[in-house]
């Protein structure tokens, strides 16, 4: 009954690939499920999307089986999203216990949270599953990602990590340049320190470190630290890298 999981392939120690979204053309998903990733993450933060856009990036995805994961700018229309089949929502600048809490009770059903139930959501297939069965696995079946990409959030991790019902722990090396004074110097060694402890903490409280990476090295480094989720960039920029390497590849020299 339950979809491909990304949890639960890095529980079994599975390496999962995925593709950020800012493009709000539905080909986009499958052109990722036919080229191989895992799972989606759509960027609700960053980038304006219609009603409409999400919910056909979410029907596209359930259909293919593609887990598709929602970073949102807060947590209004959670319920909206994972009764929709969303398969797990990504909190942005969680920087404290208070805040982690929020985020568990908009997204897990009891004993967790208090996400709203209803017997005619998409999640359930049009009935195909009953309200009662759903809920038994509703809660294994649905991540809950807290982006840790601030001081605070750096202070209080033990804090924000030690509330059940988080699942998933991503960083935010923009952000966290930012917030260590070092802005746009994503690679600099405070930042790498960081997000480090981050990964150390995530799997000291039992939870699964995603991250963005835009190297093979720093994917193996990553990976013998106990990382086994990664977000390979966002379609936007790999398509333009593409473009210009395709021309660069193909056009003449001119005499």
Not at 78 to 86: E, H, I, N, T
Not at 150 to 158: A, V
Not at 173 to 180: E, I, M, S
């Amino acid at each position: 009954m339950m979809r491909k999981n990304i949890k639960e392939r890095a529980a079994q120690g599975l390496c999962s690939y995925g593709l950020n979204i800012a493009l709000s053309d539905p080909v986009v998903i499958m052109m990722a499920a036919r080229a191989g990733f895992d799972f989606v993450r759509l960027d609700c933060e960053h980038m304006m999307f219609s009603d409409e856009v999400v919910k056909d990036m979410i029907y596209i995805a359930r259909g293919l089986n593609m887990p598709i994961q929602l970073r949102v700018a807060d947590l209004n229309k959670a319920s909206a999203l994972l009764d929709l089949g969303a398969s797990g929502l990504m909190v942005p600048h969680t920087s404290s216990r208070e805040k982690a809490i929020e985020a568990v009770m908009a997204t897990k059903y009891a004993p967790y949270g208090q996400r709203g139930m209803t017997g005619s959501s998409r999640a359930l297939n049009f009935g195909e599953y009953k309200l009662n069965d759903y809920a038994t696995w509703a809660n294994d079946d649905v991540s809950l990602i807290v982006q840790i990409e601030d001081k605070d959030g750096l202070e209080h991790i033990d804090e924000i990590l030690s509330v059940p019902g988080i699942d998933m722990v991503a960083t935010g090396k923009n952000d966290l340049a930012q917030a260590l004074g070092v802005p746009g110097q994503n690679n600099h060694p405070d930042v790498i320190a960081a997000e480090d402890m981050v990964i150390r903490k995530a799997l000291e409280h039992g939870k699964y470190p995603t991250l963005m990476v835009k190297s093979q090295k720093r994917i193996a480094e990553l990976y013998n630290k106990g990382v086994r989720c990664f977000s390979l960039g966002r379609d936007e920029s790999l398509l333009f890298g593409a473009m210009k390497d395709n021309l660069a590849a193909l056009k003449l020299e001119e005499k």
